[in-house]
């Protein structure tokens, strides 16, 4: 889900000595994920019965924070929301189906998964495993070629009236499958196609931070479709990072990927470790990737992303993750994402956010 999303961890936090205070410098692993999956599970709770205060207040969020559409929240906050939810019915699944997939199920088939040898046993044994426990998923793998598509077919409770979409548990279940088989084999599965069921939604843009891939909407079926060969994988984690790995869901799923096979990824990392304003130019990270500016433009267009858009993207969540150190001015903040004057700084925020910066800064408090 997106939880996604993206999606865009940050290594560090540039230092500004402009100004009479200095910015913390220290390694950051912090993106942000679109408001909208936030608000979705919390109206879904609140329907089932839910208290939406404490469910914001474990998350350390305030209602004004999530009144504009276009905010943001930490891989962190969303992570509380979705245990809060599962801890209110109990469902692993949301509520969102004929049938309740008690919690602790997951576990339980993590815990089994460990005893496979390759990505392939993996995959028929977890096939097997919903079939035995239920309806509520259909879960299965065909081969096409050189390339496997796995698909997950959800069995979606009829009765609901309160409009949650089902896509947010089909974004959920496909971020768990993708992050979790790529965990098991210490090795993340470059995606070749994403498919769901649904019509493509207003926040369609989080799928590139959740899957980076080419997304195609209104499928017969949700799946994931990558090279066959990664069936081949050994399994590499153990009972011990089984143990640590189930500490931290759903946190694990939610923190950024590291996708090394795709040049917006590499204008990322390249952008993430810029010291200097002019090292985030377009001419300047194409050069640190040893190719030109065009051909650079070029290649991003291919995978569906804009260099500005990367840009502006990590403008944000630097900007959103600095706005945790209460002792910095805006201005500075500004500084340290590169916007030397705080009128241009504002304008910018404001339309990332839909909000200024002095009205986020309300909305936290």
């Known amino acids: 889900m997106l939880y996604i999303l993206y999606i865009m961890s940050l290594n560090y936090i540039n230092c500004y000595n402009r100004t009479s205070m200095q910015i913390e410098n220290k390694p950051t ?11 979705t599970h919390i109206n879904n709770m609140v329907y089932q019965g839910a208290s939406e205060q404490h469910i914001l207040a474990k998350a350390g969020l305030t209602p004004a924070q999530l009144q504009q559409l276009k905010s943001r929240v930490s891989p962190a906050q969303l992570a509380s929301i979705i245990d809060s939810c599962w801890r209110v019915n109990g469902d692993e699944f949301l509520g969102l189906t ?11 088939l993590a815990g089994r998964l460990i005893s496979c040898k390759t990505l392939e046993e993996v995959l028929l044994h977890a096939s097997d495993f919903y079939h035995l426990t239920g309806d509520q998923l259909q879960f299965d793998i065909k081969k096409s070629g050189t390339y ?17 979409p089902n896509s947010l548990l089909t974004e959920l279940l496909l971020l768990i499958f993708h ?11 470059p995606l070749n196609k994403v498919c769901v069921q649904h019509i493509k939604p207003a926040h369609h843009e989080e799928y590139r931070l959740m899957f980076p891939c080419r997304c195609e909407f209104e499928h017969k079926q949700n799946g994931l479709v990558f090279d066959a060969k990664y069936l081949r994988f050994p399994v590499v984690q153990n009972a011990d990072s089984v143990s640590v790995y189930l500490d931290q869901v759903p946190l694990q799923w939610l923190r950024k990927q590291s996708y090394y096979d795709t040049y917006s990824a590499k204008v990322i990392r390249v952008l993430e470790n810029a010291v200097l304003e002019k090292e985030t130019h377009l001419d300047s990270v194409a050069s640190t990737l040893n190719m030109s500016a065009r051909t650079l433009r070029r290649k991003l267009i291919a995978e569906g992303c804009r260099f500005q858009q990367l840009k502006d993207n990590m403008r944000r969540d630097k900007a959103i993750n600095l706005f945790e150190q209460d002792e910095l001015t805006i201005a500075q903040i500004g500084l340290a994402i590169g916007f030397t004057e705080l009128a241009t700084f504002s304008r910018a925020f404001k339309h990332w956010t839909g909000v200024s910066p002095s009205t986020y800064r309300r909305y936290r408090s």
């Open 29 to 39: 692993n912090h993106h942000t994920i679109a408001s909208y999956f936030a608000r």
């Open 98 to 108: 004929e049938h309740k997939v008690k919690r602790g199920m997951f576990a339980l």
């Open 179 to 189: 992050r979790f088989a790529s965990w098991l084999i210490g090795e993340l599965i």
């Open 148 to 164: 496997v598509f796995c698909s997950l077919n959800i069995n979606f409770e009829k009765k609901r009236i309160d409009g949650t």
